[in-house]
């Protein structure tokens, strides 16, 4: 590979048509770093964290309403017990069981023939046809009642988000001038992974990304990851919201109630911030510094989602919902040891302080700049490249410019050879960059992401998707690859000469073997698809 197609390939997102890194390929991907837009219109068009969490509270309070209005018969039996863990202070009733019920239908199961389905065709074939008028307008199907129709019409709302997202996410990557920033910003979205798993996260997730990531991405890390912790879709995947200290306040109240399936500490936020966003598993820690930090961050929770009598002890039922608030009122009291350094702070201020310690920690600066080095330059990360970053990282204060120009200035990320297989997200941005896409149908590249077994937001785990070549080279991976390509070049027609354009794509670096394949092509559209699915665009 040369510079041009290093700079094109391996650090941006693929070409588009007439994209040309210059002279100094190096210079044309710091400058990035200046003109990054964290904010282009198809994302700022979206609908904001604030808002989804309003949706969500609107359907939890009309869930207690309707439960209200059947009696407690209805209610005993529509409402199933919860895992102690689950019971969020600030709910109320058993509005988050409702949502979590309706998740199912919004599984990555439902994918079907590349697109997903919606709400309504989630429904049994036969429940259709027996639909008939609600007391709302909308149609009820047969041994549906109010409560279930509203649950179904929240599931529409929360997909038609997340598709909306998804397209905005695509839309940015595919038009924008600077592929290497938007290339970073899914590295990190990426690292803080959230997964719409959870019905409370299918509108939610795409918001941690655009409002805690993007704004920091050129900046420090430390800002970023106070940003991200004290975001909803983190406090919501990670059950943050609903942990409660022993000895706080409300605590003790729940603990002289003696109350069954109440709420206690919970440590999953904690772990994962220690494990996968700061220092790394393995590393410093113990158990003991999880269950210490989890106690410091008892607290950091979610105005205004909950409205019953819990959550109005606790602070959080006023405020503008899906906004970051303290709780003291949950927070556990008391100075903690973590890593052996004793926290005397109070409040906020206490789960503040630690996490501002472990932003800039050699451990974390070692676990940040492997993960770095093993996107850019190997499955296996040279330790000399990790070196270079850690050191860069370190003596900025975790300042990411600075470690992108380190990045951009090691000869490990210039090495000639092919470096990394595509993931499925890479590898359909760079196809529809190369193919000059300007526009994407609604649910288009959902459906395309489920298809090619990389759904948007979806990792389905706090450690995010892989990042090494086994877990997308499989024969099926790559066969599935092979299919989207030759619908990809159907759509392009004839309006492609994939002989000029490859050449474009891969300066310098295309080689006699694929040249050779796409000009013997019987024709132009099956030379698009042999594009596409060539050594030089599999890898990067």
Request: proline residues 8%.
């Amino acid at each position: 590979m040369t510079d041009a197609s290093i700079a094109l390939n391996r650090f941006g997102l693929g070409a588009r048509p007439g994209e040309d890194p210059g002279s100094d390929p190096r210079k044309w991907l710091a400058a990035q770093i200046e003109s990054f837009d964290p904010r282009p219109e198809a994302i700022a068009s979206q609908v904001p964290s604030t808002q989804v969490a309003r949706d969500l509270a609107d359907f939890y309070e009309q869930q207690r309403l309707l439960r209200q209005a059947a009696g407690p018969k209805a209610q005993q039996g529509a409402v199933p017990s919860r895992p102690a863990v689950a019971q969020p202070p600030m709910a109320g009733g058993a509005a988050m069981q409702d949502m979590q019920s309706a998740a199912p239908a919004m599984q990555p199961g439902t994918m079907q023939g590349g697109s997903m389905q919606d709400g309504m065709s989630a429904q049994p074939a036969g429940a259709r046809i027996q639909a008939k008028p609600g007391a709302a307008g909308k149609p009820l199907y047969e041994g549906e009642d109010a409560a279930m129709l509203a649950r179904r019409e929240a599931r529409r709302v929360q997909q038609q988000i997340y598709v909306g997202m998804v397209s905005a996410r695509a839309l940015t990557a595919i038009n924008s001038p600077t592929p290497f920033a938007e290339r970073l910003t899914h590295f990190w979205a990426n690292h803080f992974a959230v997964s719409a798993d959870k019905l409370e996260l299918v509108g939610m997730c795409g918001t941690l990304e655009f409002e805690a990531i993007r704004p920091h991405v050129m900046g420090k890390f430390g800002d970023m990851l106070n940003a991200v912790e004290r975001h909803p879709s983190m406090l919501l995947y990670l059950d943050q919201a609903v942990s409660i200290g022993p000895n706080s306040p409300a605590g003790q109240i729940a603990a002289r109630r003696q109350a069954k399936n109440r709420s206690g500490l919970n440590e999953n936020l904690a772990r994962e911030i220690m494990e996968l966003h700061t220092l790394g598993v393995r590393s410093v820690y113990t158990q003991a510094d999880v269950t210490e930090f989890a106690r410091a961050m008892t607290g950091f929770t979610i105005a205004g989602i909950g409205r019953g009598a819990g959550a109005r002890y606790a602070g959080t039922a006023e405020g503008e919902p899906g906004t970051f608030v303290f709780a003291d009122r949950l927070h556990e009291p008391g100075t903690r040891t973590i890593l052996g350094k004793q926290w005397s702070q109070q409040g906020e201020a206490q789960a503040a302080a630690v996490l501002n310690f472990f932003a800039t920690h050699p451990a974390t600066a070692h676990h940040i700049a492997t993960k770095l080095a093993r996107h850019f330059a190997a499955d296996d990360p040279p330790p000399a490249l990790v070196a270079k970053l850690e050191k860069a990282f370190l003596s900025s204060g975790g300042d990411l410019p600075t470690v992108y120009r380190a990045l951009i200035n090691a000869p490990e990320c210039w090495a000639p050879q092919p470096a990394k297989f595509k993931s499925p997200w890479e590898w359909s941005i760079s196809a529809m960059r190369a193919l000059g896409t300007k526009q994407v149908q609604a649910n288009a590249v959902n459906g395309l992401m489920g298809q090619l077994g990389q759904p948007t937001w979806k990792p389905g785990s706090p450690a995010g998707w892989d990042d090494v070549a086994g877990a997308w080279a499989g024969p099926d991976a790559v066969m599935r690859r092979v299919e989207a390509a030759e619908r990809m070049a159907q759509r392009a027609k004839d309006t492609i000469d994939a002989r000029q354009r490859a050449a474009e794509l891969f300066p310098g670096a295309l080689s006699p073997a694929t040249a050779q394949s796409i000009a013997r092509a019987e024709s132009p559209g099956q030379g698009l698809a042999l594009m596409l699915v060539s050594p030089e665009f599999m890898r990067r």
